[in-house]
C-alpha cells in the first residue's frame, strides 16, 4: 500500500512538472506569407508565463508614476525569454516604455494605460516621441481589450505652455499655426524595424500627434483595433510606412486626421503587399490614404469592404509627389457617406527625391464603391476640424491627375456611383471651359482634392493621364450644375462603356481637351473643344 502511495505521489509529482515545464513555454504567433504576399495568422496562442505589472509595483490609481514598474515587467518577461506582461484593472499612468522580443504587452479589460503629461518622460527612436515603442524587435505583441489614453490635449497644451515659459526653443514651435511641432508632441504606438508583429483589440485614445506608426516592419498583423482621437492636431489614426507583409482587418478609426494612411519615408525601402479589409473609417481628413510621403514607393494594395462616414477630404487618397513609385493597387467595395470627396489620384513632383525627378503612378483598379458627396463640411461634429479654404468654390469632383510629360497610367474604375449635391453656380466661383489652361499645374505643391481651386467639372476632372477606363459608372447630381459632368485634358486611350448620367440635362456632358485615342458611348454627349 505504501509503495502504491508513492507512486501515486510521484506520479502526480511528474505530472506537476511537465505542467509547470510547459507553462514556460513561450508560445508566439505563427505568422506565414501566402504567395500574394498578404500575411495570415495561422495560429496564435497567449503566452503562458505571466508578468502582472503590480507585481513589480505598479499602483494603478491614476496619480502615480509607474514608468520603471511596467518597464521592469517588460524587461524581465524578454530576460526569461518572452511571456506575457499583464496590467490589470485600474488607470497607470506611464512615460514611454519600450517593448522587447517574445514579449506581449496585454491590457486587460478596463485597465486603463494612461501617458503622462510631462513631456520630459517620453523617449525616442526615431523622428517622434511616442508613448509605447519597439524598435528592432521581433515576436512583439500588443493586445487586450483595455485602453490606451494619450491624453492628447492636456499633453499638447502643456507642450504649448512650456515655449510660452521659454523652456522650448523657436525652432520647435509651428508660428503659422500657432502650435507646437510634431516632433515634441509624442504618438501613441510605435514600432520601427520590427518583424512579426501583432497589434489587437485594444482601445487607442487621444494622441497628442498621430496616434500608431509602424515603419519598415516585417510581418504586420493589425486586429480588431478601435481609434478614438479628436484631441489635438494630426491625429492621423494608422500610419503604415515601408512595411511589408501587412494585414489590417476589422479596426474602427476615428481620427481628427487621416485615418488609414500608407507612407513612404525612406528612399530605400517601399510598402509591399498590403491587405487592409472590413475596416471603418471617419477623419477629419482623408479616410484611406497613400502619401503624403511617397519617397520610395507602393506596390502590391489590396483595399476592400470599408465604410466611410463624416470625412472632410477624400473617401481615397491615392498620391505619390515624392520620387516614389505606386503601382498595382486595388480598391473594392468602398461605401461612403457624408465625405467631402470620392476619388482623389495625384502623380506630382514636389523635388524632394534625390534625383529630383518625378515618380510614377499606374496600374489602379477602383470597383465597387459607391459615395454620397456632401454639400456642408461633413466633419463639423469634431473639434478638431479640417482647414477651411482660402477661396470661394463649388463642390469639388473626383480628379485624376499628372503632370506634363508624366501621365498617371492605366486606371480602371467599374462599378462606381458616385451622388453630388450640385448647386454649382457661376456667381460663387467660375471654371469656364475656354480658360482650361489656366487651371494651376501646381506641381510641387501639396496634393489635396481643392489643390488646383475650381475645377470645370463637377464629376470628374481627368488631365495628363494614359489608359483610363470607366465601366458601369454611375454619376447624379441632386441639383443642377453650371459644368459638364467630365472633362479629360490631356489624356490618351480613354475607354468609357455603361455610363449613366442623372440630374444633368446638358446636351454635352463629357469635355474632351487635348485627347486622343477615345472609346465612347454615346458620342451625341462628348464635346470636343481646341
Known amino acids: 500500500m505504501v509503495k502504491v502511495q508513492c507512486s501515486i505521489w510521484i506520479c502526480l509529482f511528474a505530472f506537476v512538472c511537465l505542467q509547470s515545464a510547459c ?18 495568422v495561422l495560429e496564435v496562442r497567449d503566452s503562458i508565463n505571466d508578468y502582472n505589472i503590480i507585481d513589480f509595483g505598479a499602483i494603478g490609481d491614476g496619480v502615480t508614476l509607474n514608468t520603471i514598474h511596467i518597464q521592469a515587467a517588460i524587461d524581465q518577461a524578454h530576460k526569461d525569454g518572452g511571456g506575457r506582461v499583464v496590467v490589470p484593472e485600474g488607470r497607470f499612468v506611464t512615460g514611454s516604455i519600450i517593448l522587447k522580443s517574445n514579449v506581449e504587452f496585454h491590457v486587460t479589460k478596463n485597465a486603463v494605460i494612461l501617458g503622462t503629461t510631462n513631456p520630459v518622460h517620453y523617449k525616442k527612436f526615431r523622428w517622434w516621441k511616442a508613448l509605447v515603442l519597439a524598435n528592432g524587435q521581433q515576436n512583439v505583441s500588443l493586445t487586450g481589450h483595455g485602453e ?72 504586420l498583423v493589425i486586429d ?7 484631441a489635438y492636431w494630426n491625429n492621423d489614426g494608422m500610419d503604415i510606412s515601408d512595411c511589408k507583409n501587412v494585414r489590417v482587418t476589422n479596426c474602427d478609426i476615428d481620427s481628427a486626421d487621416d485615418g488609414i494612411c500608407l507612407k513612404s519615408h525612406s528612399y530605400d525601402h517601399f510598402c509591399d503587399s498590403i491587405y487592409i479589409a472590413n475596416c471603418k473609417v471617419r477623419s477629419s481628413a482623408s479616410a484611406v490614404k497613400f502619401g503624403t510621403m511617397s519617397r520610395g514607393g507602393f506596390k502590391n494594395v489590396t483595399i476592400e ?27 473594392n467595395d468602398i461605401h461612403a457617406v457624408n465625405t467631402g470627396n ?21 496600374n489602379i483598379l477602383i470597383k465597387n464603391l459607391k459615395v454620397e458627396i456632401a454639400f456642408e463640411r461633413p466633419d463639423y461634429a469634431y473639434d478638431i476640424r479640417g482647414p477651411e479654404l482660402p477661396f470661394f468654390h463649388n463642390t469639388f469632383p473626383s480628379s485624376i491627375t499628372g503632370i506634363p510629360g508624366h501621365p498617371v497610367e492605366n486606371v480602371r474604375l467599374e462599378n462606381i456611383e458616385i451622388i453630388y449635391p450640385g448647386r454649382g453656380n457661376k456667381g460663387l466661383a467660375y471654371a469656364p471651359l475656354s480658360r482650361l489652361d489656366d487651371i494651376p ?25 494614359e489608359g483610363i477606363t470607366f ?10 450644375d453650371y459644368r459638364p459632368a467630365f472633362v479629360f485634358d490631356d489624356v490618351k486611350n480613354i475607354d468609357i462603356e455603361t455610363l449613366k448620367i442623372e440630374g444633368d440635362v446638358k446636351a454635352k456632358q463629357i469635355i474632351l481637351y487635348k485627347t486622343r485615342d477615345e472609346k465612347i458611348e454615346n458620342q451625341e454627349r462628348v464635346d470636343r473643344i481646341e
Open 148 to 219: 490606451i489614453n494619450g491624453q492628447g490635449r492636456k499633453l499638447s497644451l502643456h507642450i504649448d505652455s512650456l515655449f510660452y515659459a521659454g523652456k522650448v526653443d523657436s525652432v520647435d514651435y509651428n508660428f503659422v499655426e500657432m502650435r507646437p511641432k510634431e516632433r515634441l508632441r509624442p504618438q501613441l504606438v510605435e514600432f520601427g524595424d520590427c518583424k512579426n508583429v501583432i497589434v489587437k483589440n485594444v482601445l487607442l485614445k487621444d494622441a497628442a500627434c498621430w496616434v500608431q506608426t509602424y515603419d519598415r516592419c516585417d510581418g
Open 224 to 230: 480588431s483595433v478601435r481609434v478614438v482621437s479628436d
Open 23 to 40: 507553462a514556460k513555454i513561450n508560445h508566439q504567433p505563427d505568422i506565414s506569407h501566402t504567395t500574394n504576399g498578404n500575411v495570415h
Open 342 to 362: 470620392a476619388v482623389f489620384i495625384r502623380l506630382g513632383n514636389r523635388k524632394r527625391k534625390k534625383t529630383e525627378g518625378a515618380g510614377t503612378l499606374k
Open 305 to 331: 469592404k470599408i465604410k466611410v462616414y463624416d470625412t472632410f477630404r477624400s473617401a481615397i487618397a491615392i498620391e505619390s509627389v515624392d520620387g516614389g513609385f505606386l503601382e498595382n493597387i486595388v480598391v
Open 441 to 465: 499645374e501646381e506641381e510641387d505643391k501639396y496634393p489635396e482634392f481643392s489643390m488646383f481651386g475650381e475645377l470645370p467639372a463637377w464629376g470628374f476632372y481627368v488631365r495628363h493621364a
Open 471 to 480: 465601366k458601369d459608372v454611375k454619376l447624379s447630381i441632386k441639383s443642377s
